[in-house]
């Protein structure tokens, strides 16, 4: 005899608690989820910097070329003043921008006033030329934009002069 197969009945099953189950879970990981910020994606950098210590040292008394930086407090016009220490110095370098043809050289011109960087570039290499040996420093006005002092650092490392002192004043009550 065989046996009568009773018919399946099918079965029904409700999702609306399994989807709002799954919202639930949804909405609390999204909520507790922390996210990466930009600084975190990127790579971090180290940056190593040298260890300094400031500079005590004075200026030279001698082979020492300064270039002022500053306004004339008449014309109210910032220009670059350049003067030799030694003597003997002032007087080649006297001779050499006469033969360069710079405007205003007498007999008693020790300091150069240079409004362009043409004739600042063209002093520094004949100080150069003058005394081999010669250090340049140079002095700016606090009040002065960086620009003058960038033209002035740019003129010198055309014509070679890489290494210079800045003057600065000490600071007080430390």
């Not at 608690?17 to 790579?43: C, R, Y």
């Not at 110095?89 to 006297?94: A, F, G, K, M």
């Amino acid at each position: 005899m065989s046996k009568i197969k009773k018919k399946r009945v099918g079965f029904v099953l409700d999702m609306t608690p399994l989807v709002d189950i799954t919202f639930l879970l949804l909405t609390f990981f999204m909520f507790t989820a922390k996210f990466k910020s930009e600084s975190e994606n990127q790579n971090k950098v180290e940056i190593k910097r040298p260890q300094t210590q400031s500079d005590t040292a004075k200026l030279a008394d001698k082979d020492l070329v300064m270039i002022k930086i500053g306004v004339d407090s008449v014309v109210k016009d910032t220009a670059f003043y350049v003067s030799m220490i030694n003597e003997q110095d002032i007087i080649s370098l006297r001779a050499a921008m006469r033969e360069a043809k710079f405007p205003d050289v007498d007999e008693k011109t020790t300091v150069y006033k240079i409004k362009d960087t043409v004739w600042l570039g063209t002093i520094v290499e004949k100080c150069r030329i003058v005394n081999s040996r010669a250090s340049f420093a140079v002095d700016a006005d606090r009040r002065l934009r960086y620009r003058w002092v960038e033209m002035a650092m740019n003129e010198m490392r055309k014509k070679r002069a890489t290494t210079f002192n800045f003057v600065t004043e000490k600071k007080t009550g430390m």
